[in-house]
């Protein structure tokens, strides 16, 4: 078992290396960004994927993490070797006593809930206790196989009582925990009669009434001893099954001390820390440390600076790549067009959106200017994409002024530079002939009535359709007529009507 931990462990923490590589590389490589226009279910889907992948990521990078912790305390529990069985022979002083129910085994030898921690709260109180000496306890008979904590001492039924009581006068503390067979309250009686008081330690567990406190108090006041004081409490804790704990000082007084465990400090205080805390008064009797937590503040701070990092880290890298894909912006364009002076002269040199939009409204002006020929070809590779985009896609073509731009370049990449080149020379044809521009936009407007009878005959067919139908059934049958004379000319008639400005006077 302990081999197959170890090979677990191994490929454990490979993974959690790659998982933080990962983290860190995405922060300064993005993911590759598919064309997608906003708006459209395939923008949603692009960016539920781009969120799942960084959140993704930082949910393996954590559990990893977790199940590093988990296995390395596993394979810490397996190489750790079991307390011996003893005979009441061997046990030589300086020891500590733990006495408790045997029914109450089963609870404390539950793994605790903390899930950096494995081992069981016996073992954990048998750490703590051990700096000041061995722990021994009086072993359960029903025992199938020697428990991890305390060392047991095997007696028979008619002799446990005797070895009891030996044991406890060569310890230096005898432990109780509180439970509820008689034989345990006979080991309390036991130990108020034999036992000096500044040795005794009673842990409380967690319980849903007050019986058993109620009875420990009959107790110490049949024993003269002073409980007006004491707070002991027995309320349900997040870890474990202690609540308190009850010793005696130097000069036999009781004191009480809660087992306190702090929220979101799980990373930086282990069980066994609080415990180390929660015991500081009644170890200090034996010159040992008072306190070996980190204080609680720290704690959280740390915990919260780490998670802040990782988070920090995956969320600025998802916040770049999800605004480039929202904001997707094809420069080529405006990269051709600010190489033209007096387009940089209007426009100013900076390559951003602005700029795009500006040299697209300039090449929406411009195409009139152009040669037959270049005017086609814009044409054709804008019907041609037209028929292949989604529905949802040509609903959202017009909505921002570089969806064409970008559909064109999902849908035919090897057209894209040229259609490119060709918007950049109508752009800068627009830029330094603005009147002469603005004239001829003018005469394609007021020569409407010169249209052939198929282009009215459209017109009529799709008044009626959805805009995204009409658009499509208009460069459908532009493909009948594409070899008419002055086919060109028409075109621009066409779509001068949907520029809406008139430049007369270069205006």
Known sequence: MKYLVVILLALSAYCTTTAMLQLFTMSYESVEIPIVISGTLAYAEAKAQLVGYYVAAVLFLVLFVILDVYLFAWYHQLRKKKRDTLNIGTVQPPCILYLRSFVDDLKTRKKIAHYIDFRSEEEILVEVLSDIAPVYAIGDPRDKRLPHGASRIYVDDEHWKETVVEVAQKSVAVVLRLGKTDSFWWEVEMALKNIPLQKLLFVVPESKTFGNVALLYKILLDHGIDIRHLDIQIGKKRSGSISSILYFDHDGVAQTAEVVIPRFTRFFISYEHILRNTLSGFRAKYGLSTKRMLKVRVARVLQVLVLTFILFIAGSSCFRDYVALKYQMPYELVEQCVQDSTFIEKY?????????????????????????????????????????????????????????????????????????????QAAVLSVHYPDEVGRLIQAYQESAEFLPDWVNVLFAETESMPSDEAVQRFYESLRGHWEDDGFADIMKIVLSQTIGIYFAGGS
């Open 348 to 424: 100013s040199h900076e390559i951003n959106g602005t700029n795009l939009v500006w040299s697209l409204v300039e090449a929406k002006k411009g195409v009139y200017a152009l040669e037959d020929e270049d005017f086609l070809s814009l044409l054709a590779i804008e019907a041609e994409v037209i028929q292949q985009v989604s529905r949802d896609e040509l609903e959202q073509m017009n909505a921002e002024p570089q969806n064409l731009l970008l559909l064109i370049k999902k849908y035919l990449p090897d057209a894209y530079m040229s259609y490119v080149n060709l918007l950049a």
